[in-house]
């Protein structure tokens, strides 16, 4: 295997960048989701190639993002989709706003499961939609699970669309087979369309397999949008290039008018990003892997043995841990608060992430392994 360095700390306190100029410089940042590495270094020289190249003209439509994505999903999840089934998209925030903005009237129903990514939580209320609750079920073990039976009882009769978000941020379950076949048929049911935030596909523990739940059968894929991206996996999410996955031509077509000029379309720089990272980072994206899961298990042996109060479950996905700090002591009303001001580490607010979040906060372990320790060992003198 290539070696990538993973463990080297490069300072990014003077540069653009949001997570490192949030907070004053003596704050640790472990909150928004994106990682402390470098891109794959393929990815580094396609840019600057297109860079070099000189011309920043629109971008060839079709271009190759479609087949490389068509490709890459019947390799990684077997399963087969046409180029065409592929809408390149600014982002996936745009992408599932985009989708309840074409299908869901307003005053008609969204259903989410929470605690959920505020902007998920929010999509609703953007478009004067009615946001319907289903709340995951956390086990005494801290892992959540998906209770079939709430979950049907929580559609109303005219909610339209379910916005599922798998892998789960913040709570980091990876959905499995029977789980996603439960939640589709309820939705099919009904005739409730699925918008399927699937961001964090590529982003598995323990050698997991992603599932994507319109792969579960022709009907489900009909009346499901998958959102998907190298963002996260490869680190670029400043490039802004997602796509959404509608192999049901006439659900593209109404999705695709709903933008109606107002939604960008990407980037050369985004594209060539994107193309280079989907063909080229896959030996970056194991080694990745093989960093973020030894952080995790450091993370979760430190949050147990000198976090007093505070209990975590290990993530199956994402480089997302969701702490319960409701028996953290001085930390428990409001440990976002306590944390950034008696730690200086910034982590996100889990009262943000909806109902099932007050008392919790999310910590982003994508960092060297020196910087989470440091940002642990904060956390433990704060409680002391
Ligand atoms: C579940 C989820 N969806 C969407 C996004 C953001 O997507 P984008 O930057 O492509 O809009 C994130 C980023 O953290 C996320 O965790």
């Known amino acids: ?17 949001n997570k490192w100029r949030k907070f004053p410089a003596d704050v640790l940042p472990l909150w928004v989701a994106d990682m402390d ?86 999509a609703p209320g953007n478009h004067g939609l009615r946001r319907d609750e289903h709340a995951l079920t956390r086990g005494a073990d801290g892992r959540y699970a998906i209770d079939l ?31 996603l076949e439960g939640m589709a048929e309820a939705c099919l049911r009904r005739d409730v369309l699925i918008i399927a935030d699937e961001i964090h596909c590529d982003l598995l523990h323990d050698g997991r397999q992603h599932v994507p739940i319109a792969s579960l059968s022709p009907d489900v894929e009909r009346r499901t949008i998958t959102l998907m991206a190298p963002s996260k996996t490869f680190n670029l999410p400043g490039l802004k290039c997602a796509v959404a996955i509608i192999p049901d031509a006439a659900l593209r077509e109404r ?31 194991e080694a990745l892997l093989a960093y973020l899961g030894a952080n995790r298990d450091f993370l979760v042996r430190q949050v147990r043995t000198t976090l007093p109060g505070v209990a975590v479950a290990p993530p199956e996905a994402t480089y997302l841990a969701w702490l319960d700090c409701r028996n953290a002591g001085a930390a428990a009303r409001d440990p976002y608060t306590f944390f950034l001001e008696r730690a200086k580490v910034a982590l996100n607010d889990g009262a943000t992430f909806g109902p099932g979040g007050a008392g ?22 704060a409680l002391a």
């Open 255 to 285: 999705f695709a008018a709903a933008a109606s000029d107002l939604v960008a379309k990407i980037n050369v720089l985004g594209h060539a990003g994107a193309v280079a990272a989907y063909r080229e980072g896959d030996a970056w994206l």
């Open 37 to 122: 590495f470098p891109s794959p270094p393929a990815v580094v020289k396609a840019l600057h190639d297109r860079v070099e190249h000189g011309f920043f003209g629109y971008l060839s439509d079709p271009n190759e993002l479609p087949g490389v994505v068509a490709e890459r999903v019947a390799k990684r999840y077997g399963w087969r989709i046409s180029p065409e089934a592929v809408v390149s998209l600014p982002g996936v925030i745009a992408g599932f706003n985009q989708a309840l903005r074409g299908f869901v009237r307003p005053g008609q129903g969204v259903l989410v499961q929470t605690p959920v990514y505020p902007p998920i939580l929010r």
């Open 1 to 17: 295997m290539a070696h990538f360095d993973f463990d080297r700390v490069i300072d990014r306190r003077d540069t653009d960048s």
């Open 149 to 179: 039976d709430t979950f049907a009882a929580a559609f109303r009769p005219d909610t339209r669309a379910f916005l599922l978000c798998n892998p789960h941020n913040p709570v980091g379950r990876l959905y499995g087979r029977t789980e």
């Open 360 to 381: 919790f906060v999310r910590l982003n372990f994508a960092c060297p392994r020196a910087l989470l320790a440091e940002g642990l060992e904060r956390m433990r003198a």
